[in-house]
Protein backbone atom coordinates (compact mmCIF):
# COMPACT_ATOMS: atom_id res chain seq x y z
CA UNK A 1 0.00 0.00 0.00
CA UNK A 2 1.48 3.07 -0.92
CA UNK A 3 1.88 6.02 1.02
CA UNK A 4 -0.64 8.13 -0.04
CA UNK A 5 -3.63 5.63 0.51
CA UNK A 6 -2.29 5.03 4.40
CA UNK A 7 -1.48 8.64 5.28
CA UNK A 8 -2.79 11.18 3.46
CA UNK A 9 -6.62 9.44 1.81
CA UNK A 10 -8.23 9.16 5.22
CA UNK A 11 -7.74 13.06 5.85
CA UNK A 12 -7.65 14.25 2.51
CA UNK A 13 -11.64 15.61 2.96
CA UNK A 14 -10.31 17.77 6.17
CA UNK A 15 -6.85 19.20 4.20
CA UNK A 16 -9.00 20.13 1.12
CA UNK A 17 -11.64 22.04 3.92
CA UNK A 18 -8.77 23.66 5.94
CA UNK A 19 -6.93 24.82 2.65
CA UNK A 20 -8.07 27.67 0.49
CA UNK A 21 -9.42 26.42 -3.00
CA UNK A 22 -6.68 27.71 -5.53
CA UNK A 23 -9.61 30.02 -7.01
CA UNK A 24 -9.13 32.25 -3.49
CA UNK A 25 -5.28 31.68 -3.54
CA UNK A 26 -4.89 33.26 -6.91
CA UNK A 27 -7.32 35.92 -5.40
CA UNK A 28 -5.33 36.44 -2.72
CA UNK A 29 -1.87 36.26 -4.95
CA UNK A 30 -3.34 39.53 -6.94
CA UNK A 31 -5.14 41.64 -4.03
CA UNK A 32 -2.14 41.11 -1.44
CA UNK A 33 0.59 42.96 -3.35
CA UNK A 34 -2.34 45.51 -4.93
CA UNK A 35 -3.76 46.35 -1.33
CA UNK A 36 0.22 46.75 -0.41
CA UNK A 37 0.33 49.26 -3.47
CA UNK A 38 -2.67 51.23 -2.52
CA UNK A 39 -1.91 51.55 1.23
CA UNK A 40 1.88 52.48 0.24
CA UNK A 41 -0.07 55.26 -2.24
CA UNK A 42 -2.49 56.17 0.88
CA UNK A 43 0.22 56.77 3.34
CA UNK A 44 2.11 59.43 1.13
CA UNK A 45 -1.25 61.05 0.30
CA UNK A 46 -1.86 61.62 4.51
CA UNK A 47 -0.27 65.07 5.67
CA UNK A 48 3.25 64.45 6.86
CA UNK A 49 5.93 65.60 9.76
CA UNK A 50 7.13 69.29 8.13
CA UNK A 51 10.09 68.64 9.53
CA UNK A 52 10.94 65.84 7.60
CA UNK A 53 11.99 66.53 3.23
CA UNK A 54 9.06 65.88 0.97
CA UNK A 55 9.09 62.07 -0.14
CA UNK A 56 9.63 61.27 -3.75
CA UNK A 57 6.07 59.90 -4.92
CA UNK A 58 6.46 55.71 -5.92
CA UNK A 59 3.84 52.81 -6.06
CA UNK A 60 5.71 49.91 -5.20
CA UNK A 61 6.99 49.49 -1.35
CA UNK A 62 10.17 48.75 -0.87
CA UNK A 63 11.32 49.54 -4.20
CA UNK A 64 10.78 52.81 -4.24
CA UNK A 65 12.45 55.03 -7.07
CA UNK A 66 15.12 52.51 -7.48
CA UNK A 67 14.61 51.63 -11.36
CA UNK A 68 14.20 55.49 -11.91
CA UNK A 69 17.43 56.74 -10.11
CA UNK A 70 18.94 53.02 -11.48
CA UNK A 71 18.17 53.62 -15.19
CA UNK A 72 19.37 57.77 -15.05
CA UNK A 73 19.93 59.28 -11.58
CA UNK A 74 20.61 63.11 -13.22
CA UNK A 75 17.76 63.15 -14.70
CA UNK A 76 15.83 61.36 -11.90
CA UNK A 77 17.54 64.49 -9.55
CA UNK A 78 16.47 67.23 -11.93
CA UNK A 79 13.29 66.30 -12.47
CA UNK A 80 12.44 65.66 -8.21
CA UNK A 81 14.48 69.21 -8.00
CA UNK A 82 11.64 70.81 -10.37
CA UNK A 83 8.78 69.64 -8.27
CA UNK A 84 10.34 69.30 -4.67
CA UNK A 85 13.53 71.78 -4.75
CA UNK A 86 17.04 70.92 -3.39
CA UNK A 87 15.94 68.81 -0.84
CA UNK A 88 13.74 65.40 -1.03
CA UNK A 89 13.66 62.02 0.17
CA UNK A 90 13.07 58.71 -1.96
CA UNK A 91 13.28 55.23 -1.49
CA UNK A 92 16.24 52.83 -2.77
CA UNK A 93 15.10 49.32 -2.01
CA UNK A 94 13.72 49.82 1.80
CA UNK A 95 16.65 52.47 2.43
CA UNK A 96 15.33 56.28 2.94
CA UNK A 97 17.77 58.17 0.83
CA UNK A 98 17.59 62.17 0.95
CA UNK A 99 19.14 63.98 -1.53
CA UNK A 100 20.65 67.53 -0.79
CA UNK A 101 21.70 69.28 -4.49
CA UNK A 102 23.39 71.95 -5.66
CA UNK A 103 26.75 73.16 -4.05
CA UNK A 104 25.41 74.07 -0.78
CA UNK A 105 23.67 70.77 -0.73
CA UNK A 106 27.51 69.21 -1.52
CA UNK A 107 29.03 71.38 1.71
CA UNK A 108 25.78 69.26 3.71
CA UNK A 109 27.17 66.29 2.80
CA UNK A 110 30.63 66.14 2.13
CA UNK A 111 31.58 68.90 4.57
CA UNK A 112 29.63 67.13 7.97
CA UNK A 113 31.43 65.92 10.96
CA UNK A 114 31.77 62.01 10.41
CA UNK A 115 30.33 61.07 14.02
CA UNK A 116 26.80 62.51 12.54
CA UNK A 117 27.21 61.75 8.70
CA UNK A 118 29.51 58.38 8.41
CA UNK A 119 31.06 56.63 4.84
CA UNK A 120 31.90 53.67 6.12
CA UNK A 121 28.35 52.75 6.96
CA UNK A 122 27.33 53.06 3.81
CA UNK A 123 30.14 51.86 1.37
CA UNK A 124 30.87 48.82 3.72
CA UNK A 125 29.17 46.28 2.08
CA UNK A 126 30.11 47.01 -1.28
CA UNK A 127 34.44 47.46 -0.28
CA UNK A 128 35.07 45.26 2.69
CA UNK A 129 34.96 41.53 0.78
CA UNK A 130 37.10 43.18 -1.80
CA UNK A 131 39.93 45.26 -0.26
CA UNK A 132 39.54 43.03 3.06
CA UNK A 133 39.86 43.38 6.35
CA UNK A 134 41.41 46.43 8.28
CA UNK A 135 41.38 48.83 5.68
CA UNK A 136 39.49 51.59 4.58
CA UNK A 137 36.12 51.64 5.66
CA UNK A 138 36.50 48.49 7.87
CA UNK A 139 38.27 50.15 10.33
CA UNK A 140 37.20 53.37 12.30
CA UNK A 141 37.56 56.98 10.78
CA UNK A 142 40.60 58.06 12.48
CA UNK A 143 42.33 54.85 10.99
CA UNK A 144 41.40 55.56 7.27
CA UNK A 145 42.85 59.41 7.65
CA UNK A 146 46.12 57.92 8.67
CA UNK A 147 45.64 54.90 5.79
CA UNK A 148 45.02 57.83 3.62
CA UNK A 149 48.47 59.44 4.89
CA UNK A 150 50.40 56.67 4.34
CA UNK A 151 49.53 56.71 0.94
CA UNK A 152 49.81 60.08 -0.13
CA UNK A 153 53.44 60.20 1.54
CA UNK A 154 54.65 57.31 -0.72
CA UNK A 155 52.98 59.43 -3.93
CA UNK A 156 56.20 62.02 -3.95
CA UNK A 157 57.36 64.38 -6.51
CA UNK A 158 60.15 61.72 -7.56
CA UNK A 159 57.99 59.06 -8.44
CA UNK A 160 55.48 61.42 -10.30
CA UNK A 161 58.45 62.14 -11.88
CA UNK A 162 59.18 58.69 -12.79
CA UNK A 163 55.77 57.41 -13.95
CA UNK A 164 55.17 59.49 -16.35
CA UNK A 165 57.89 57.70 -18.35
CA UNK A 166 56.92 54.58 -17.68
CA UNK A 167 53.28 55.22 -18.67
CA UNK A 168 54.43 56.40 -22.26
CA UNK A 169 56.12 52.89 -22.67
CA UNK A 170 53.66 50.82 -21.36
CA UNK A 171 50.82 53.01 -23.63
CA UNK A 172 53.49 52.89 -26.83
CA UNK A 173 53.98 49.16 -26.18
CA UNK A 174 50.25 48.34 -25.87
CA UNK A 175 50.05 49.80 -29.62
CA UNK A 176 52.88 48.13 -30.63
CA UNK A 177 51.95 44.78 -29.55
CA UNK A 178 47.74 44.22 -29.08
CA UNK A 179 45.78 42.82 -31.80
CA UNK A 180 43.36 45.76 -31.56
CA UNK A 181 45.98 47.59 -32.81
CA UNK A 182 47.08 45.84 -36.39
CA UNK A 183 46.36 48.63 -38.41
CA UNK A 184 48.96 50.39 -36.30
CA UNK A 185 50.92 47.73 -36.48
CA UNK A 186 51.63 47.37 -40.09
CA UNK A 187 53.29 50.47 -40.20
CA UNK A 188 52.85 51.59 -44.01
CA UNK A 189 49.09 51.43 -44.78
CA UNK A 190 47.53 54.41 -44.60
CA UNK A 191 43.81 52.67 -43.29
CA UNK A 192 41.71 53.22 -41.01
CA UNK A 193 40.94 50.55 -37.65
CA UNK A 194 38.90 50.79 -34.68
CA UNK A 195 38.89 50.05 -30.73
CA UNK A 196 36.44 49.42 -28.59
CA UNK A 197 36.26 52.38 -26.45
CA UNK A 198 36.18 50.61 -22.63
CA UNK A 199 37.97 47.25 -23.19
CA UNK A 200 40.79 49.47 -24.42
CA UNK A 201 41.02 52.37 -22.19
CA UNK A 202 40.55 49.41 -18.72
CA UNK A 203 43.37 47.61 -20.57
CA UNK A 204 45.50 50.19 -20.57
CA UNK A 205 44.65 51.64 -17.23
CA UNK A 206 45.21 48.45 -15.15
CA UNK A 207 48.72 48.09 -17.28
CA UNK A 208 50.18 51.67 -16.37
CA UNK A 209 48.72 51.55 -12.86
CA UNK A 210 50.22 48.08 -12.05
CA UNK A 211 53.52 49.16 -13.72
CA UNK A 212 53.92 52.20 -11.45
CA UNK A 213 51.51 52.34 -7.95
CA UNK A 214 51.38 48.50 -8.02
CA UNK A 215 54.81 47.99 -8.37
CA UNK A 216 57.41 45.56 -10.87
CA UNK A 217 56.10 41.88 -9.45
CA UNK A 218 52.41 43.25 -10.12
CA UNK A 219 53.02 44.21 -13.56
CA UNK A 220 55.25 41.11 -14.30
CA UNK A 221 52.65 39.00 -13.09
CA UNK A 222 49.79 40.56 -14.98
CA UNK A 223 50.34 38.29 -17.89
CA UNK A 224 50.03 35.51 -15.44
CA UNK A 225 47.28 35.42 -13.37
CA UNK A 226 46.78 38.47 -11.80
CA UNK A 227 44.85 39.49 -14.22
CA UNK A 228 41.96 36.96 -14.22
CA UNK A 229 41.91 37.83 -10.05
CA UNK A 230 41.06 41.05 -10.64
CA UNK A 231 38.63 40.30 -12.95
CA UNK A 232 36.66 37.96 -10.77
CA UNK A 233 36.90 40.58 -8.35
CA UNK A 234 35.76 43.22 -10.18
CA UNK A 235 32.86 41.24 -10.61
CA UNK A 236 31.90 41.91 -7.37
CA UNK A 237 31.86 45.91 -7.67
CA UNK A 238 28.39 46.11 -9.09
CA UNK A 239 25.38 47.69 -7.45
CA UNK A 240 24.11 44.41 -6.91
CA UNK A 241 26.74 43.34 -5.04
CA UNK A 242 26.80 46.86 -3.00
CA UNK A 243 23.07 46.15 -2.14
CA UNK A 244 22.79 42.38 -1.21
CA UNK A 245 25.60 41.96 0.92
CA UNK A 246 25.95 38.28 0.77
CA UNK A 247 23.66 36.02 -1.81
CA UNK A 248 24.59 32.52 -2.93
CA UNK A 249 26.46 32.86 -5.85
CA UNK A 250 29.46 32.15 -8.08
CA UNK A 251 30.03 35.91 -8.35
CA UNK A 252 30.41 35.83 -4.85
CA UNK A 253 32.36 33.11 -4.10
CA UNK A 254 34.42 33.97 -6.89
CA UNK A 255 35.14 37.56 -5.58
CA UNK A 256 35.97 35.83 -1.74
CA UNK A 257 38.38 33.54 -3.50
CA UNK A 258 40.24 36.22 -5.36
CA UNK A 259 40.37 39.00 -2.47
CA UNK A 260 42.07 35.80 -0.50
CA UNK A 261 44.31 35.07 -3.33
CA UNK A 262 45.61 38.59 -4.14
CA UNK A 263 45.98 39.28 -0.63
CA UNK A 264 48.09 36.05 -0.38
CA UNK A 265 50.28 37.47 -3.77
CA UNK A 266 51.08 40.94 -2.18
CA UNK A 267 51.94 39.59 1.04
CA UNK A 268 53.76 36.77 0.00
CA UNK A 269 55.61 39.41 -2.41
CA UNK A 270 56.42 41.71 1.19
CA UNK A 271 57.84 38.15 2.52
CA UNK A 272 60.22 37.80 -0.35
CA UNK A 273 61.21 41.15 -0.44
CA UNK A 274 62.15 40.71 3.33
CA UNK A 275 63.42 37.51 3.23
CA UNK A 276 65.98 38.66 0.37
CA UNK A 277 67.44 41.58 2.72
CA UNK A 278 64.78 43.80 1.30
CA UNK A 279 64.06 45.56 -1.82
CA UNK A 280 65.52 47.74 -3.44
CA UNK A 281 61.67 48.67 -4.96
CA UNK A 282 61.38 52.02 -4.15
CA UNK A 283 57.33 51.87 -4.42
CA UNK A 284 53.92 52.28 -2.73
CA UNK A 285 54.41 48.81 -1.43
CA UNK A 286 57.91 49.07 0.18
CA UNK A 287 56.69 52.84 1.53
CA UNK A 288 53.83 51.59 3.42
CA UNK A 289 56.03 49.18 4.38
CA UNK A 290 58.28 52.09 6.60
CA UNK A 291 55.10 53.71 7.70
CA UNK A 292 54.17 53.86 11.91
CA UNK A 293 50.54 54.43 12.81
CA UNK A 294 50.52 57.36 15.30
CA UNK A 295 50.64 54.80 18.22
CA UNK A 296 53.91 53.68 16.86
CA UNK A 297 52.66 50.24 15.54
CA UNK A 298 53.88 49.37 12.01
CA UNK A 299 51.25 48.29 9.19
CA UNK A 300 50.92 44.44 9.25
CA UNK A 301 51.11 42.80 5.83
CA UNK A 302 48.18 42.20 5.61
CA UNK A 303 46.73 46.19 6.12
CA UNK A 304 49.66 46.68 3.24
CA UNK A 305 48.22 44.01 1.20
CA UNK A 306 44.48 45.44 1.40
CA UNK A 307 45.97 49.24 1.38
CA UNK A 308 47.35 48.53 -2.23
CA UNK A 309 44.14 46.60 -3.49
CA UNK A 310 41.76 49.30 -2.36
CA UNK A 311 44.19 51.57 -4.34
CA UNK A 312 43.78 49.02 -7.49
CA UNK A 313 40.18 49.13 -7.30
CA UNK A 314 39.52 52.92 -6.53
CA UNK A 315 41.64 53.84 -9.45
CA UNK A 316 41.05 51.42 -11.78
CA UNK A 317 37.24 52.51 -13.11
CA UNK A 318 37.55 56.19 -12.46
CA UNK A 319 40.88 56.27 -14.19
CA UNK A 320 40.09 54.21 -17.26
CA UNK A 321 36.47 55.33 -18.13
CA UNK A 322 37.84 59.14 -17.72
CA UNK A 323 40.45 58.47 -19.86
CA UNK A 324 37.62 56.62 -21.98
CA UNK A 325 35.27 59.67 -22.00
CA UNK A 326 38.48 62.38 -23.16
CA UNK A 327 39.34 60.17 -26.16
CA UNK A 328 35.11 59.42 -27.12
CA UNK A 329 35.49 63.46 -27.08
CA UNK A 330 38.41 64.44 -28.60
CA UNK A 331 37.29 61.79 -31.67
CA UNK A 332 34.02 63.65 -31.99
CA UNK A 333 36.30 67.10 -32.16
CA UNK A 334 38.66 66.47 -34.81
CA UNK A 335 39.53 70.59 -33.86
CA UNK A 336 40.51 70.13 -30.22
CA UNK A 337 42.57 66.64 -31.63
CA UNK A 338 44.32 68.91 -33.92
CA UNK A 339 45.11 70.99 -31.05
CA UNK A 340 46.33 68.63 -28.96
CA UNK A 341 48.49 67.34 -31.57
CA UNK A 342 49.94 71.05 -31.64
CA UNK A 343 50.24 71.77 -27.97
CA UNK A 344 52.44 68.43 -28.08
CA UNK A 345 54.74 69.36 -31.55
CA UNK A 346 55.11 72.80 -29.85
CA UNK A 347 56.62 71.11 -26.49
CA UNK A 348 58.01 68.17 -27.35
CA UNK A 349 58.66 67.97 -31.13
CA UNK A 350 62.08 67.63 -32.89
CA UNK A 351 60.54 67.32 -36.62
CA UNK A 352 59.10 64.11 -38.62
CA UNK A 353 56.96 62.38 -36.13
CA UNK A 354 60.23 62.46 -33.54
CA UNK A 355 59.19 63.95 -29.76
CA UNK A 356 61.32 64.07 -27.15
CA UNK A 357 60.36 62.34 -23.44
CA UNK A 358 56.96 63.95 -21.84
CA UNK A 359 58.26 64.90 -18.39
CA UNK A 360 55.68 65.43 -15.12
CA UNK A 361 56.91 68.85 -15.20
CA UNK A 362 55.56 69.17 -18.66
CA UNK A 363 52.37 68.33 -18.05
CA UNK A 364 51.75 71.24 -15.70
CA UNK A 365 52.08 73.12 -19.00
CA UNK A 366 49.93 71.78 -21.38
CA UNK A 367 46.72 74.35 -21.16
CA UNK A 368 44.34 71.94 -23.77
CA UNK A 369 45.40 68.88 -22.19
CA UNK A 370 44.98 70.52 -19.24
CA UNK A 371 41.35 72.04 -20.32
CA UNK A 372 40.35 68.61 -22.07
CA UNK A 373 40.42 66.64 -18.58
CA UNK A 374 38.76 68.87 -16.95
CA UNK A 375 35.72 69.32 -18.95
CA UNK A 376 35.47 65.79 -19.12
CA UNK A 377 35.59 65.37 -15.66
CA UNK A 378 32.80 68.00 -15.44
CA UNK A 379 30.33 66.68 -17.85
CA UNK A 380 31.70 62.99 -17.18
CA UNK A 381 32.82 62.46 -13.26
CA UNK A 382 32.65 58.87 -12.37
CA UNK A 383 31.30 58.58 -8.85
CA UNK A 384 27.56 60.39 -9.82
CA UNK A 385 26.16 59.92 -5.93
CA UNK A 386 28.59 60.81 -2.83
CA UNK A 387 26.32 59.34 0.32
CA UNK A 388 26.95 59.07 3.87
CA UNK A 389 24.79 57.52 6.41
CA UNK A 390 23.06 60.09 9.13
CA UNK A 391 23.87 58.85 12.87
CA UNK A 392 22.04 61.25 14.47
CA UNK A 393 19.46 63.89 13.51
CA UNK A 394 20.84 66.53 11.39
CA UNK A 395 19.25 70.01 10.58
CA UNK A 396 19.07 71.25 7.09
CA UNK A 397 20.64 74.71 6.53
CA UNK A 398 17.56 77.06 5.54
CA UNK A 399 19.70 78.49 3.05
CA UNK A 400 20.00 74.99 1.15
CA UNK A 401 16.06 74.42 1.80
CA UNK A 402 13.38 74.92 4.51
CA UNK A 403 9.55 74.24 4.38
CA UNK A 404 8.90 77.88 5.35
CA UNK A 405 10.55 80.81 6.52
CA UNK A 406 10.22 80.08 10.12
CA UNK A 407 10.74 76.13 9.93
CA UNK A 408 13.58 73.49 9.28
CA UNK A 409 13.94 70.52 7.54
CA UNK A 410 15.50 67.82 9.65
CA UNK A 411 16.88 64.48 7.84
CA UNK A 412 16.09 61.66 11.02
CA UNK A 413 18.85 59.23 12.05
CA UNK A 414 19.21 56.54 9.82
CA UNK A 415 18.71 58.42 6.26
CA UNK A 416 21.71 58.15 3.78
CA UNK A 417 22.35 61.46 2.66
CA UNK A 418 23.22 62.07 -1.18
CA UNK A 419 25.58 64.57 -2.54
CA UNK A 420 25.62 64.43 -6.71
CA UNK A 421 28.40 66.79 -7.89
CA UNK A 422 27.64 65.10 -10.80
CA UNK A 423 24.32 67.72 -11.18
CA UNK A 424 25.87 70.69 -9.94
CA UNK A 425 28.73 70.35 -12.61
CA UNK A 426 25.84 70.97 -14.90
CA UNK A 427 23.67 72.91 -13.52
CA UNK A 428 22.60 75.75 -16.12
CA UNK A 429 22.42 77.94 -12.79
CA UNK A 430 26.19 77.94 -12.52
CA UNK A 431 27.26 76.64 -16.37
CA UNK A 432 26.42 78.66 -19.67
CA UNK A 433 26.03 75.81 -22.38
CA UNK A 434 25.98 73.25 -19.23
CA UNK A 435 26.09 70.89 -21.74
CA UNK A 436 28.15 71.36 -24.25
CA UNK A 437 31.93 69.68 -24.19
CA UNK A 438 33.77 73.08 -24.45
CA UNK A 439 37.40 72.77 -23.40
CA UNK A 440 37.67 76.79 -23.77
CA UNK A 441 35.68 77.76 -21.26
CA UNK A 442 38.62 76.80 -19.12
CA UNK A 443 40.97 79.38 -20.27
CA UNK A 444 38.49 82.17 -18.87
CA UNK A 445 40.58 82.83 -15.67
CA UNK A 446 36.93 84.93 -14.77
CA UNK A 447 34.71 82.10 -15.68
CA UNK A 448 32.62 79.94 -13.62
CA UNK A 449 34.87 76.79 -14.53
CA UNK A 450 38.06 78.30 -13.20
CA UNK A 451 36.23 80.19 -9.88
CA UNK A 452 34.90 76.62 -9.25
CA UNK A 453 38.32 75.41 -9.51
CA UNK A 454 39.72 78.34 -7.35
CA UNK A 455 37.09 77.90 -4.99
CA UNK A 456 37.54 73.80 -4.96
CA UNK A 457 41.76 74.69 -4.47
CA UNK A 458 42.50 78.00 -2.64
CA UNK A 459 39.43 77.40 0.09
CA UNK A 460 40.13 77.33 3.74
CA UNK A 461 42.82 74.76 4.28
CA UNK A 462 41.87 71.95 6.79
CA UNK A 463 44.19 68.41 7.80
CA UNK A 464 41.63 65.61 8.45
CA UNK A 465 44.69 63.57 8.99
CA UNK A 466 46.09 63.02 5.64
CA UNK A 467 47.75 66.32 5.42
CA UNK A 468 46.54 70.13 4.31
CA UNK A 469 43.69 70.36 1.93
CA UNK A 470 41.13 72.82 0.88
CA UNK A 471 38.13 71.98 2.51
CA UNK A 472 36.41 73.23 -0.90
CA UNK A 473 33.18 71.38 -0.09
CA UNK A 474 30.99 74.27 -1.38
CA UNK A 475 32.31 74.21 -5.20
CA UNK A 476 30.20 73.42 -7.62
CA UNK A 477 32.92 71.39 -9.50
CA UNK A 478 34.11 68.15 -7.33
CA UNK A 479 35.30 65.01 -9.37
CA UNK A 480 37.63 64.38 -6.61
CA UNK A 481 34.80 64.91 -3.96
CA UNK A 482 35.62 66.77 -1.17
CA UNK A 483 36.33 67.38 2.99
CA UNK A 484 37.87 64.27 4.83
CA UNK A 485 36.66 61.68 1.81
CA UNK A 486 38.65 63.86 -0.72
CA UNK A 487 40.46 61.98 -2.96
CA UNK A 488 43.87 61.35 -2.81
CA UNK A 489 44.50 60.03 -6.02
CA UNK A 490 43.74 63.11 -7.96
CA UNK A 491 47.36 63.97 -9.00
CA UNK A 492 48.13 60.59 -10.16
CA UNK A 493 44.88 60.16 -11.79
CA UNK A 494 45.56 63.55 -13.90
CA UNK A 495 48.92 62.43 -14.78
CA UNK A 496 47.87 59.04 -15.65
CA UNK A 497 44.82 60.06 -17.81
CA UNK A 498 47.35 63.05 -19.43
CA UNK A 499 50.25 61.16 -20.44
CA UNK A 500 47.79 58.22 -21.98
CA UNK A 501 45.60 60.77 -23.74
CA UNK A 502 48.84 62.21 -24.98
CA UNK A 503 50.66 59.35 -25.84
CA UNK A 504 47.83 58.67 -28.26
CA UNK A 505 47.28 61.82 -29.68
CA UNK A 506 50.93 61.81 -30.37
CA UNK A 507 50.61 58.78 -32.95
CA UNK A 508 47.06 58.67 -33.73
CA UNK A 509 44.68 60.56 -36.08
CA UNK A 510 41.03 59.88 -34.53
CA UNK A 511 37.68 59.86 -35.46
CA UNK A 512 34.48 58.53 -34.26
CA UNK A 513 31.96 57.62 -37.05
CA UNK A 514 28.94 56.47 -34.07
CA UNK A 515 26.47 58.72 -32.55
CA UNK A 516 27.98 59.94 -29.37
CA UNK A 517 27.58 57.11 -26.25
CA UNK A 518 25.41 57.17 -23.56
CA UNK A 519 26.00 56.68 -20.42
CA UNK A 520 25.94 53.37 -18.21
CA UNK A 521 24.65 53.47 -15.34
CA UNK A 522 24.16 50.05 -14.44
CA UNK A 523 27.95 50.19 -13.55
CA UNK A 524 29.07 51.62 -10.58
CA UNK A 525 31.24 54.09 -12.09
CA UNK A 526 29.24 56.07 -14.95
CA UNK A 527 31.39 54.64 -18.20
CA UNK A 528 30.17 55.02 -21.95
CA UNK A 529 27.92 52.41 -23.25
CA UNK A 530 29.31 49.94 -26.08
CA UNK A 531 31.22 52.33 -28.65
CA UNK A 532 34.62 52.21 -30.94
CA UNK A 533 36.73 55.05 -31.54
CA UNK A 534 38.15 54.99 -35.32
CA UNK A 535 42.00 55.32 -35.66
CA UNK A 536 44.26 55.98 -37.64
CA UNK A 537 48.52 55.88 -37.88
CA UNK A 538 49.75 59.28 -37.98
CA UNK A 539 52.21 59.30 -40.99
CA UNK A 540 54.98 62.21 -41.44
CA UNK A 541 56.04 62.27 -44.76
C1 LIG B 1 37.99 59.23 -2.93
C2 LIG B 1 37.01 60.38 -7.55
C3 LIG B 1 41.19 58.31 -8.94
C4 LIG B 1 41.93 56.80 -4.41
C5 LIG B 1 37.37 59.71 -4.06
C6 LIG B 1 36.12 60.43 -4.07
C7 LIG B 1 35.85 60.76 -5.36
C8 LIG B 1 36.92 60.23 -6.18
C9 LIG B 1 34.63 61.51 -5.88
C10 LIG B 1 35.28 60.79 -2.85
C11 LIG B 1 34.31 59.68 -2.48
C12 LIG B 1 33.43 60.05 -1.30
O1 LIG B 1 33.51 61.17 -0.79
O2 LIG B 1 32.63 59.21 -0.87
C13 LIG B 1 38.09 59.95 -8.32
C14 LIG B 1 38.23 60.20 -9.74
C15 LIG B 1 39.41 59.61 -10.13
C16 LIG B 1 39.99 59.00 -8.96
C17 LIG B 1 37.26 60.98 -10.60
C18 LIG B 1 40.07 59.56 -11.48
C19 LIG B 1 39.74 60.29 -12.52
C20 LIG B 1 41.75 57.73 -7.85
C21 LIG B 1 43.01 57.03 -7.84
C22 LIG B 1 43.22 56.58 -6.56
C23 LIG B 1 42.08 57.03 -5.76
C24 LIG B 1 43.91 56.84 -9.06
C25 LIG B 1 44.37 55.83 -6.01
C26 LIG B 1 45.61 56.12 -6.26
C27 LIG B 1 40.94 57.34 -3.63
C28 LIG B 1 40.88 57.20 -2.19
C29 LIG B 1 39.76 57.92 -1.76
C30 LIG B 1 39.14 58.48 -2.95
C31 LIG B 1 41.85 56.41 -1.31
C32 LIG B 1 39.34 58.18 -0.32
C33 LIG B 1 38.11 57.45 0.12
C34 LIG B 1 37.64 57.96 1.46
O3 LIG B 1 38.31 58.75 2.14
O4 LIG B 1 36.56 57.54 1.88
N1 LIG B 1 37.83 59.59 -5.37
N2 LIG B 1 39.15 59.21 -7.89
N3 LIG B 1 41.21 57.71 -6.58
N4 LIG B 1 39.88 58.11 -4.05
FE1 LIG B 1 39.58 58.73 -5.94
Redesign the pocket.
Known sequence: MSFNATLIEPWSGYIAQALPSPRYLFYALINIPLLAVALNALYQLLPRDRSLPPLVFHWIPFVGSAPAYGKDPIAFFTKCREKHGNVFTFILLGRRVTVALGPKGNDFV?GGKHTVLA?EDVYAPLTNPIFGKDV?YDVPNEI?MEQ?KF?KVSLTLDKFRAYVGMIEEEVHGFLKTDPTFLIYQMNDINEWGSFDTMKTFAEMTILTASRT?QGKEIRDNMDKGFAHLYSDLDHGFTPLHWMFEDLPLESYRKRDAAQAKMSEFYQSILRNRRASGGSDEDDVMSSLARQRYRDGRALRDHEIAHIMI??LM??QH??SS?TAWTMLHVAEHPEIAEALYQEQVEHFGQGEGQFRAMEYEDLKKLPVLDAVIRET?RLH???HS?MRKVKSALPVPPSLAAPSEDSVYVVPAGHTVLASPALSQVDPLTWKDAEKWDPARWYDQDGAAAMAQREYDEGTKVDFGFGLVSKGTESPY????AG???????Q??FL??GTVVASLVRRLELRLDQPFPEPDYTCMMVQPKKSQIHYRRRHFD
Open positions: LAVLKVLALAGTSSLPPIILPFGRHRCIGEFAQV
